[in-house]
């Protein structure tokens, strides 16, 4: 099974701050076949389901602010968030589909100061 | 508008059945694979099940094979998940969810099972 550590557990930012959060899968998620990483993100806001934000490791999914930012190939891989709004609060989690079983990060809860 | 309805939830007494049922409109339900994904209480997400678009294929992780089977019934649109010898860790909200290329695009509201005595 494909281990994901992720980090930090939790982090507290002013508005405007940027915002960075690491996942790191115990085996390389990049396929050779056609080059891509199969590592997805996901907010979820308090009482909502998860929403996908990042597929690929770098696409945003249709209607994300650009100001998420996705990054890293292989076995390392971030998440940024620029320019950081009251309305990013939530958790975030890296999941990785490149094989069964699939298997998430234990998540990032993003507080707003 | 993509739309995953999840019905059948509530509160069972371990090693007792329970079934969830999931109704999906908005898309070609036959043309995707489908999944469910739960979350314990104040914990993480974990993948549970998926299925192909004939149901011919099922994939679950260690922790529910044996106990979970997923269905579908492409006519009705509808993905269901049978679960059985329920024990406590099994509480969580259950998600119903749209894979493409495995990752989860589509999730519904969620449905709660409550596994206590």
């Known amino acids: 099974d494909i281990v994901m550590t992720q980090s930090p557990f939790s982090l507290a930012v002013s508005e405007g701050e940027m915002v960075t959060i690491n996942c790191k899968p115990s085996?390389?998620?990049?396929?050779?076949?056609?080059?891509?990483?199969?590592l997805a993100w996901y907010q979820q806001k308090p009482g909502q389901s998860p929403k996908l934000l990042i597929y690929y490791a770098s696409t945003r999914q249709s209607g994300v602010p650009d100001r998420f930012i996705g990054s890293g190939s292989g076995t390392d891989f971030t998440l940024t968030i620029s320019d950081v709004q009251a309305e990013d609060l939530a958790d975030y989690y890296c999941?990785?589909?490149?094989?069964?079983?699939?298997?998430f990060g234990s998540g990032t809860k993003l507080e707003i100061k | 508008e993509v739309q995953l309805v999840e019905s059948g939830g509530g509160l069972v007494q371990p090693g007792r059945s329970l079934k969830l049922s999931c109704a999906a409109s908005?898309?070609?339900?036959?043309?995707?694979?489908m999944a469910w994904v739960r979350q314990a209480p104040k914990k993480g997400l974990e993948w549970v099940a998926t299925?192909?678009?004939?149901?011919?294929?099922?994939y679950y992780p260690d922790s529910v094979k044996g106990r979970f089977t997923i269905s579908r019934d492409n006519a009705k649109s509808s993905l269901y998940l049978q679960m059985n010898s329920l024990k406590s860790e099994d509480t969580a909200t259950y998600y119903c969810?749209?894979?493409?290329?495995?990752?989860?695009?589509?999730w519904g509201q969620g449905v709660m099972v409550t596994v206590s005595s």
């Open positions: 969810a749209r894979p493409d290329n495995n990752r989860f695009d589509y």
């Open positions: 299925i192909s678009t004939s149901g011919s294929r099922t």
């Open positions: 085996q390389s998620l990049l396929s050779s076949g056609n080059q891509k990483n199969y």
């Open positions: 999941l990785q589909h490149y094989s069964y079983p699939l298997t």
């Open positions: 908005g898309f070609t339900f036959s043309n995707h694979y």
